[in-house]
């Protein structure tokens, strides 16, 4: 066990050491100067060179990326060109409506995704069946920022539970925080959802012909209690995977239910960025999202130990 | 004591009636076998006994196990039941136990199910004890295991509580031999023990005439003929009977050898797999798969290869085929290593599984000339030598329009010797070819190579578990255990007079018939 959760943590560092060369090297290569972005066009050619000078754009590629890495290690992800703030504090402040927002939106999705997957499971074929997958049939096909504009229209402006955009801040507590974050996170959840329970049923029915269910039900065991004890955690490895991919999705893709809502988030922080050529601050954000991916992935892989013992004897 | 009692069973699946009028008896202590091909119905019957059948199965008649009738029964009642009163062991040891629980906690877990007054953990131990399972520690995970060692934990599984019945649907058809043996032998064990009843499902008849103290003969869903075994096999009453004891131990008239001038040329081949490195600098360690093996066929022989799984001979096989690289040694075909492309076409393979050996979407006449790709062009009288290929090996040319799925398994395995023939290759590989195959199909099959063999002199290496069929198909075997031929000589002498122990072994491990030279 040990020995595979090492195997892949070396897995870990070296898809960050070569994201991080990749996403350095994009951004070298897109067109533009922040100097002169910052400065305007008609900038004096020796103000924009002090500026260069001054953001270290007048440094060597190798030198320039070193820098970036060294700094990011430290926590320093350098200084934005349009605000002229640490980009670490710009992010921190996205992170704490970003992530608990993926978190709210997962556990959302879970909670929904498990108990309708293996209703539709266990009854497959009738109406309960049908209803549940004709649920998560629509539930893939709306738009989420619609379902997210529905949500507003219903629960904000008719019935008045919820505001209808910003977040409220987590020093207004914990409650009001998580209230003004409930909105977007269902918004975000219900297709994963739908996604996720899909996932769970077929996985669950694939285990269900498994010759170990027969070899279950052949203890005396009830169909709901071999369900339980043998199925569920069988048809978990497919369901972690999606599980993993959604967290991911979630932590950077929420930019248009961000948009919707008026949420300080990452995407909205990623995609003002690059409209203002902030580029240290797309490089972070990215490096940043990057490294969630890929933490998500090993913690993962280390669920899939966890769940199937094959998995640990292997390296 | 009558302790199961079927009646009159009836099974139907969607109108399509699968058991008609079933009935059949086991009394304590007793070992019944209820024999027949696929699609006999005989794991319906046990099936229905566990009232485990498929979703929308109707049964009716009565099946009385120890005064309860089951069909009567509601579902909480047969939980009671099962695992408790009957136990089941299944055909597939390596799927039936739950892979991502210890052996340990499966055992127990039927003991915690049915008897709360019992330490589950202290008796599983003991549970697994009796099954010879001393050495295994409860924590162990089912991928730890060997398939012999599988089947004794979902024996242990079964017995554990105790029950008056054991069902055994096809306990030792995925073992080899040697396993085979000791889990039969360990089955009569465990039920003489007890005293339980053993009903015993097995498509096998040498299992049978082993094992049981009567048996009951199933085609098409209904019982054809019943009694005690030693007479039931002496002299059985029902034709069917007959022809499928003619078919198990059908022999075959293979034409005289013809020559010996070597075709295939095997000499000193090594084959290494790198098992995973333990250490990161330390040196990568290897799994000799197939270690030094050398042997020739001459034109026109018919070799046989038998072995336990696990021995190397699917790796030799690929060898053979040029499909896996070797470590040391040659291996040549007329004096050509099989590695070139020239020498793909001079040979063919026949493969075990019938049905997945054919993609399903391509018709017959596209499915058997796939060999012509490795011609340098193709051949001009295309529509001929489909036509021949499908008439040498009983099919009609009129086949060639049609799909897999119209074929029953047997004329697939046709289809397949077509196809490995269409092309006339100098060597046919055929690697464990009628293994999947229903006896009374694989006497056919049998026949069709031995004819084949009379029309073409085929060269062929038979590769198998099964010895009755490789004694009877081919002139001399070679005999493999641990990457090694430890035996290589005539097929009969090696069969009466084995010179090594591990053939020795292996010959005495396999069931057999003794009564039907006697019949007429």
């Known amino acids: 066990m040990l020995r595979y959760a090492l195997k892949r943590l070396t897995s870990l560092l070296i898809s960050l050491a070569i994201a991080s060369l990749v996403i350095f090297a994009v951004i070298e290569v897109a067109p533009g100067d922040p100097a002169s972005f910052m400065l305007g066009v008609n900038a004096q050619e020796d103000t924009l060179a002090a500026l260069r ?82 649920a998560t049939q629509i539930g893939i096909a709306i738009p989420n920022f619609w379902f997210a504009m529905m949500l507003v229209l219903v629960f904000a402006i008719n019935l008045r539970w919820f505001s209808a955009g910003g977040f409220a801040g987590w020093d207004k507590g914990v409650f009001a925080a998580l209230k003004s974050l409930t909105l977007p996170a269902i918004a975000l959840a219900l297709p994963q959802a739908a996604i996720l329970a899909r996932v769970m049923r077929s996985s669950l029915l694939d285990i269900m012909g498994e010759d170990f269910m027969r070899t279950a039900r052949a203890k005396g065991l009830t169909r709901a209690q071999a369900l339980r004890r043998h199925g569920l955690r069988n048809a978990l490895i497919p369901v972690l995977t999606i599980l993993g991919l959604q967290f991911s999705f979630l932590l950077a893709g929420g930019i248009i239910i961000e948009q919707v809502f008026y949420l300080p988030g990452l995407g909205r922080l990623i995609f003002q960025s690059i409209s203002a050529r902030d580029l240290i601050v797309v490089e972070s954000v990215t490096m940043l999202l990057v490294f969630a991916v890929i933490v998500v992935n090993f913690a993962v892989d280390l669920a ?9 004897g292997r390296t | 004591m009558t302790l199961l009692r079927i009646d009159a069973l009836n099974v139907q699946i969607g109108g399509t009636p699968i058991l008609s009028d079933v009935s059949l008896n086991v009394a304590a202590g007793e070992v019944v076998a209820v024999t027949g091909e696929s699609g006999s119905g005989k794991s319906m019957t046990a099936l229905s006994v566990m009232q485990l059948l498929p979703d929308g199965a109707q049964a009716t008649g009565a099946v009385t196990l120890d005064g309860h009738d089951l069909l009567q029964l509601d579902e909480p009642t047969l939980c009671t039941l099962r695992g408790n009163t009957v136990g089941m062991v299944f055909q597939e040891p390596m799927t039936a136990l739950n892979p991502v629980m210890t052996i340990g906690a499966q055992v127990a877990e039927t003991l915690r199910l049915h008897r709360p007054d019992l330490n589950a953990d202290a008796q599983a131990r003991a549970v697994l004890d009796r099954v010879e399972l001393h050495d295994i520690p409860m924590a162990r995970f089912p991928h730890e295991l060997s398939g012999g060692q599988r089947q004794r934990v979902v024996i242990a599984i079964a017995i554990a509580c105790g029950p008056k019945l054991l069902i055994a649907d096809e306990p030792t058809t995925a073992l080899d031999v040697t396993t085979q043996a000791q889990i039969l032998a360990l089955l009569k064990r465990l039920a003489a023990e007890d005293g339980m009843g053993l009903l015993m499902i097995t498509h096998d008849l040498a299992v049978v005439a082993q094992m049981a103290d009567r048996i009951t003969v199933m085609r098409h869903g209904a019982v054809v003929e019943h009694g005690a ?96 690289p070797v470590q040391a040694g040659s291996i040549t075909l007329d004096g050509t290593p099989v590695t070139d492309p020239s020498v793909r076409r001079k040979m063919q393979v026949v493969f075990q599984d019938p049905y997945g050996s054919f993609n399903p979407r391509h018709r017959v006449s596209r499915l058997i000339t796939e060999p012509f790709h490795l011609l340098p062009e193709p051949p001009p009288d295309r529509a001929d030598r489909i036509a021949t290929a499908l008439t040498d090996v009983g099919l009609s040319p009129a086949d060639a329009d049609k799909y897999p799925h119209q074929f029953s398994g047997g004329q697939r395995q046709r289809l397949a010797i077509a196809r490995a023939l269409i092309i006339r290759p100098e060597l046919v590989i055929f690697d464990e070819a009628v293994s999947a195959l229903d006896v009374s199909v694989r006497a056919q099959i049998l026949d069709l190579i031995a004819g084949l063999c009379a029309q073409y002199n085929l060269t062929y290496l038979f590769i198998s578990h099964d010895l009755s069929v490789v004694r009877t198909i081919t002139d001399r075997v070679l005999v493999m255990q641990a990457g090694k031929i430890v035996e290589d000589g005539q097929t009969e002498t090696v069969f009466t007079a084995p010179a090594h122990p591990y053939t020795r072994t292996l010959i005495d491990a396999a069931p057999t018939l003794p009564q039907l030279e006697l019949t007429p």
Not at chain 2, 255 to 265: Q, V, Y
Request: contains cysteine; glycine residues 10%.
């Open chain 1, 53 to 134: 000078a001054e953001l270290g754009l007048d440094q060597s590629k190798v030198q320039r990326y070193l820098a970036w890495v060294g700094g990011m290690v430290q926590g320093d992800f350098g200084t934005s060109y349009q605000y002229r703030t640490p980009v670490s504090d710009m992010i921190a402040q996205r992170l704490w409506v970003s992530l608990p927002l993926a978190l709210y939106s997962l556990a959302l999705s879970t909670l929904i995704a498990f108990p309708a997957g293996i209703y539709a499971a266990s009854r497959r074929g009738k109406a309960g069946d049908v209803g549940v997958m004709g």
């Open chain 1, 304 to 312: 899939y130990a966890a769940v199937d013992p094959r998995l640990r």
């Open chain 2, 229 to 324: 075994t030693a007479p039931l096999l002496a002299n059985p009453a029902h034709d069917y009977t007959r022809a499928l004891l003619a078919a198990s131990t059908h022999r075959v008239a293979l034409p005289e050898a013809s020559s010996d001038a070597p075709l295939l040329r095997v000499d000193g081949v090594v084959r290494d797999y790198a098992l995973p490195r333990t250490r990161l600098f330390a040196p990568a360690r290897h799994h000799r798969a197939v270690d030094g093996v050398s042997f020739d066929i001459p034109r026109g022989g018919r070799i046989g290869l038998v072995g336990e799984s696990g021995c190397g001979k699917s790796t030799l096989t690929r060898a053979i085929l040029g499909l896996e």
